[in-house]
């Protein structure tokens, strides 16, 4: 089935640490994004990819970093300069940059920091 | 003044009621808008599109007024199963989406 998987589901970090969250699509999606959810606030995005090797930031893209070395692959590593890393992150991807209306999310992974 | 605004609720209605609720946005360049439906501690997934003269899927309709910039969904015959959160989505020419935080809706038995 195509989709899109994040792993893990519930990540747990001490603070002053790095840690990397993964997201993987075989829908052969073209343009990827990475948002954080927040209680009560609206997805905020992080980083975006409309193609290979090319990543763009988002709204709130301090603390955060991306690479796109596969079209299939958009990792996103919260750094320890991200001072407040504890939400909900969102993986998503749309066939290509002019259909970024229609995203196609993954499951998500839950980030709390110790 | 934030991009895109929803009345958080909860909307607690019975089975079988209609349910309505608004959502707000700032940018008079806004494009395209939609809604998206998320159940609890999941992703979102797109729930429709807004077009200009309005648009049913079912028993949902949105509206939208570009004048007051504001849309609308409505809920016909409400079931157990429309429980979720519904974000309010907004594009502009950027090929980016504004969320908004959501408005929550029960339905109960």
């Known amino acids: 089935d195509g989709g899109i998987t994040q792993s893990p589901k519930y990540l747990f970090r001490k603070e002053g640490q790095n840690v990397t969250l993964s997201c993987e699509q075989n829908l052969n999606h073209d343009a990827m994004y990475w948002y954080r959810q927040d209680p009560g606030q609206g997805l905020r995005l992080i980083y975006y990819s409309q193609i290979v090797n090319d990543f763009q930031k988002g709204d709130i893209a301090e603390g955060y970093s991306v690479s796109r070395e596969k079209k299939e692959s958009f990792p996103l590593t919260v750094t320890s300069a991200q001072k407040n890393p504890t939400a909900f992150y969102l993986c998503?991807?749309?066939?290509?940059?002019?259909?970024?209306?229609?995203?196609?999310f993954g499951p998500g992974t839950r980030l709390t920091v110790l | 003044r934030k991009e895109v605004e929803q009345d958080p609720g909860p909307f607690n209605v019975p089975e079988g009621a209609t349910v309505a609720f608004n959502c707000t946005y700032s940018?008079?360049?806004?494009?395209?808008f939609f809604w998206y439906r998320q159940d609890c501690r999941k992703e979102p997934k797109l729930l429709m599109s807004v077009y200009s003269s309005g648009n049913e899927d079912g028993r949902f309709t949105a509206q939208l007024n570009r004048a007051s910039q504001y849309i609308s969904l409505l809920i016909r015959d409400s079931k157990l199963s429309d429980s979720a959160t519904y974000l309010c989505v907004v594009t502009h020419n950027d090929y980016k989406l504004s969320f908004g935080a959501g408005t929550t809706v029960t339905v109960r038995a």
């Open positions: 998503a991807s749309t066939k290509d940059r002019s259909s970024y209306n229609e995203q196609f």
């Open positions: 940018n008079s360049a806004s494009q395209s």
